[in-house]
Each structure stands twice: as C-alpha cells, then as structure tokens.
C-alpha cells in the first residue's frame, strides 16, 4: 500500500490540525520572521516615518544641584526662539549631567558621568556648557574645551559682558583668552542650576552650529 504524502496527509486535516501541524514543524521560521518584521519596521519608523529630532543647539548643565524640571521648562522656552520652520525637525535640547560635590557621591556613577560627558563633548553634540567655576577652568585649562568668545560675540556683546568674563590661559595659549562667562546671578540658569557657588557658562570649542549657539546666548543675557 502506497504511502501517503504529507501533502495528502495536510489536506485531509481539520482547521485546528493543520494551524498545529504548522506550528509544530515551522514555528521557529515563524518567530524569527515575525521578529525580523518588527526590527525592519521599527528601523523604518525610524529613518522615513518618525525621525528622532536632529539638534538645533544643545545646552548642557553640569552639576550636582541641578533641576530637571526647570531645564525641561528652558527647553520649551527655547525651541520656539531659536527653531525656524526652514530648520525642518530640529529642536533645542537642555541637558542636565549629575556630577556630586567634592567627591562625596558615588565615585563610579561620577565618572560615568564625566566620560558621557566628555564622549558628547568629542562627537561635537554639545554647544553650551553651564558649570561649576572650579570645573570650567580645569575643563578650559587642560582640556582646551571651550572656545574664545571673541570669536562668536559681536562687539555689543562683548562690550555688555565684559565685567562678567572669566579669562584663563589654556594649555596651548600664549596669552589670556576670554573662555567664560559668569551666570551665577542669572535668572534663567538660576531656574536649572540651584548652587550656592560660582557657576560659568561656556561654548564648546568644537560647535557646529554657531548661529544657533549665538542666538541661545543672547537669550539668555536678554539680547535677543
């Protein structure tokens, strides 16, 4: 007697037999294509449909008193401001890094704090910086972080500013250079940075988008 195929064996099955003979004999083709389904989708939402927003200029606080709400509230302050509809999707971003005070908080978490910090600071993602003094010079010292702000301020600016810059001689400078700005008694830092110390406020020497970065730092002294 000839044997019957498994083709003939499939059509002489009910509906739930044949759903379980599937199941039984495909399901792992099934769940890695199903899988790979929603990978490729979600990298299309991704890349066409939903774009992640690109930055327009990013603003970053540094510090152990440090308020999420009120960077969120400067952020949506901002984005209007500086955001043009010829920007397409961009938006401002207001970042805060937790960093403890005087070594008293968990050394591990500092420094992953501090090599996020600087990875950001290297890939150019960063404009404006808002820290402790202490940690700007040794930023601006060493490091040469931060740019001269006679190469981004116009003269009215730096004109207006000039009682409150902060002057350092880098590592690579043959003189002093004007590197900071002090905001401690600024209102709109005052709504993110709640400190008892000095705080500055500094544009990363490697910027990308220096209109943007111009626009936020008039803002923020009321020039704009």
Same mark, same amino acid.
């Given at each position: 007697?000839?044997?019957?195929?498994?083709?003939?064996?499939?059509?002489?099955?009910?509906?739930?037999?044949?759903?379980?003979?599937?199941?039984?004999?495909?399901?792992?083709?099934?769940?890695?294509?199903?899988?790979?389904?929603?990978?490729?989708?979600?990298?299309?939402?991704?890349?066409?449909?939903?774009?992640?927003?690109?930055?327009?200029?990013?603003?970053?606080? =540094?510090?152990?008193?440090?308020?999420? !709400?009120?960077?969120?509230? &400067? +952020?949506?302050?901002?984005?209007? *401001?500086?955001?043009? %509809?010829?920007?397409?999707?961009?938006?401002?971003?207001?970042?805060?890094?937790?960093?403890?005070?005087?070594?008293?908080?968990?050394?591990?978490?500092?420094?992953?704090?501090?090599?996020?910090?600087?990875?950001?600071?290297?890939?150019?993602?960063?404009?404006?910086?808002?820290?402790?003094?202490?940690?700007?010079?040794?930023?601006?010292?060493?490091?040469?972080?931060?740019?001269? =702000?006679?190469?981004?301020?116009?003269? !009215?600016?730096?004109?207006? &500013? +000039?009682?409150?810059?902060?002057? *350092?001689?880098?590592? %690579?400078?043959?003189?002093?250079?004007?590197?900071?700005?002090?905001?401690?008694?600024?209102?709109?830092?005052?709504?993110?940075?709640?400190?008892?110390?000095?705080?500055?406020?500094?544009?990363?020497?490697?910027?990308?988008?220096?209109?943007?970065?111009?626009?936020?730092?008039?803002?923020?002294?009321?020039?704009?």
């Amino acid at each position: 007697m000839q044997k019957k195929t498994n083709k003939a064996k499939f059509q002489e099955m009910n509906g739930k037999e044949k759903r379980e003979y599937i199941w039984e004999y495909y399901k792992l083709h099934i769940i890695f294509g199903a899988i790979g389904l929603f990978i490729i989708g979600s990298l299309m939402n991704t890349w066409f449909i939903n774009p992640p927003p690109k930055t327009a200029v990013h603003v970053v606080f =540094l510090g152990s008193g440090i308020s999420a !709400d009120g960077a969120e509230n &400067l +952020e949506k302050e901002l984005n209007p *401001l500086i955001v043009t %509809e010829e920007m397409g999707n961009k938006k401002v971003f207001v970042s805060t890094y937790y960093l403890s005070s005087d070594g008293t908080g968990d050394p591990q978490l500092d420094m992953a704090t501090q090599t996020k910090f600087m990875a950001n600071i290297s890939a150019s993602e960063l404009d404006i910086l808002v820290l402790d003094e202490l940690e700007f010079k040794a930023l601006a010292e060493t490091q040469q972080t931060f740019l001269p =702000l006679d190469q981004i301020l116009p003269e !009215d600016m730096l004109a207006s &500013l +000039e009682d409150k810059f902060i002057r *350092l001689k880098g590592e %690579e400078d043959t003189e002093e250079q004007i590197y900071g700005i002090d905001v401690t008694d600024n209102t709109k830092v005052k709504s993110v940075a709640i400190s008892e110390g000095k705080l500055t406020m500094g544009v990363v020497v490697n910027t990308q988008r220096r209109e943007e970065t111009l626009k936020t730092l008039k803002w923020f002294f009321g020039m704009d």
